[in-house]
């Protein structure tokens, strides 16, 4: 990846929004979007020797919702917050302990509307080797890495659907191993498949 074709760090990003409606036009049009919840997602991709990783968790079953997801470390902006890249980098330190000297801003990915109300400003970031993670127990329950290679690999991208509040809803699916990425998670990573590697 590029950091020059990201948007850097503080402009505002005018592409058009992506997120569920892409794919669920009549399920996502009902929805108020200048009352969206504004929030941040770090997209932490760790610079290995072997190959970049993304760093992804899975979110406590304890949680009310979306309990048991794999998610990306983030969530909303707060009034405090200087910028998304502010709150997305609080967040990582809140939910895994990722320690901001080891992680580096490149960019955003364009907002991500999502059926729940929140418009999304995914940060990507570089992560250099050496960090180490915590998970928060009251939010995560696990963290790991996959290859950014799978994730950026069409072929291990899937449209599946399930009925959402009595409609059909279809959104990418990433199965890896045991774990399913997927929903907002996989949509984010499906955004930047679109726009730098298709």
Known sequence: MQAAALPADGQENDAPEYGDH??????????????????????PV????????????????????????????????DPADASPEA?????????????????????????YLTTTGFRITPIVAIVAPGFTS????????????VPLGFLMDAANHRREAREF??????????????????????GILRTLYERYYA
């Open 22 to 43: 892409r794919l669920n036009a009549g399920l996502v049009t009902k929805m108020e979007r200048s009352a969206a919840r504004e929030a941040a997602v770090l997209v």
């Open 46 to 77: 760790v610079d290995r020797d072997e190959g970049a990783t993304v760093i992804l968790t899975t979110r406590t079953r304890a949680l009310r919702k979306h309990s048991g997801q794999v998610a990306f470390p983030g969530g909303a902006v």
């Open 87 to 111: 709150a997305a980098m609080r967040e990582a330190f809140e939910e895994i302990a990722l320690d901001p000297a080891y992680v580096t801003p490149v960019g955003r990915l364009p907002r």
């Open 134 to 145: 915590k998970p928060n127990p009251a939010e995560v329950d696990d963290v790991f890495e």
């Open 165 to 186: 509040e009595g409609l059909l809803r279809h959104y990418y699916a990433m199965p890896f191993g045991e774990r399913l990425i997927w929903g907002v998670t996989a």
